[in-house]
């Protein structure tokens, strides 16, 4: 896995990121085809990348890794890494009283970048009996920071007020 990969703070699922590999590879695979027509005189000197737009997930990735969209090699190379990425990054999934929105994902994503690892992955989701906080899910490991589980904790506190 390479290490200097950064990943956007707008990509934060492992879902995303096979939509942007697979975006991606068919994007080199185009390329590379061009590039075989063209030397075979079959094909039209413009590049692939003309006129082409990406999603804004792999706009963000090919702009956080500095890659030229037209350069197929240095894309194939990008796909291993973020094939590589995928398989070994760690990832932690977030259940809140209510999905949060796009923003607030992002946010956390960068946050887990910044505080624990450079190339954390984040899968969201919701349960209305939390009441709020977080249960985070690693594995399997589970960390529960709701309000409900502080409550359940302290039922004998809350009765001794009646």
């Given at each position: 896995?390479?290490?200097?990969?950064?990943?956007?703070?707008?990509?934060?699922?492992?879902?995303?990121?096979?939509?942007?590999?697979?975006?991606?590879?068919?994007?080199?695979?185009?390329?590379?085809?061009?590039?075989?027509?063209?030397?075979?005189?079959?094909?039209?000197?413009?590049?692939?990348?003309?006129?082409?737009?990406?999603?804004?997930?792999?706009?963000?990735?090919?702009?956080?890794?500095?890659?030229?969209?037209?350069?197929?090699?240095?894309?194939?190379?990008?796909?291993?890494?973020?094939?590589?990425?995928?398989?070994q990054a760690p990832?932690?999934?977030?259940?809140?009283?209510?999905?949060?929105?796009?923003?607030?994902?992002?946010?956390?994503?960068?946050?887990?970048?910044?505080?624990?690892?450079?190339?954390?992955?984040?899968?969201?989701?919701?349960?209305?009996?939390?009441?709020?906080?977080?249960?985070?899910?690693?594995?399997?490991?589970?960390?529960?920071?709701?309000?409900?589980?502080?409550?359940?904790?302290?039922?004998?506190?809350?009765?001794?007020?009646?």
């Amino acid at each position: 896995m390479s290490e200097s990969l950064a990943l956007p703070s707008s990509l934060y699922s492992p879902d995303q990121l096979g939509v942007v590999l697979m975006e991606l590879q068919t994007h080199a695979e185009q390329l590379r085809d061009a590039g075989v027509r063209k030397r075979l005189g079959r094909g039209a000197d413009k590049s692939v990348a003309t006129g082409v737009e990406f999603s804004p997930l792999l706009a963000g990735v090919l702009e956080a890794a500095k890659a030229d969209p037209n350069d197929a090699p240095q894309l194939e190379a990008l796909a291993t890494n973020l094939e590589a990425l995928r398989r070994q990054a760690p990832v932690v999934h977030l259940t809140f009283a209510a999905m949060p929105n796009a923003a607030l994902k992002q946010k956390i994503a960068a946050w887990f970048r910044e505080q624990i690892h450079p190339a954390f992955l984040l899968t969201f989701g919701a349960r209305g009996d939390l009441g709020g906080g977080v249960v985070l899910q690693t594995g399997s490991h589970v960390y529960d920071y709701s309000f409900r589980q502080r409550i359940l904790d302290n039922k004998a506190k809350i009765t001794q007020g009646v």
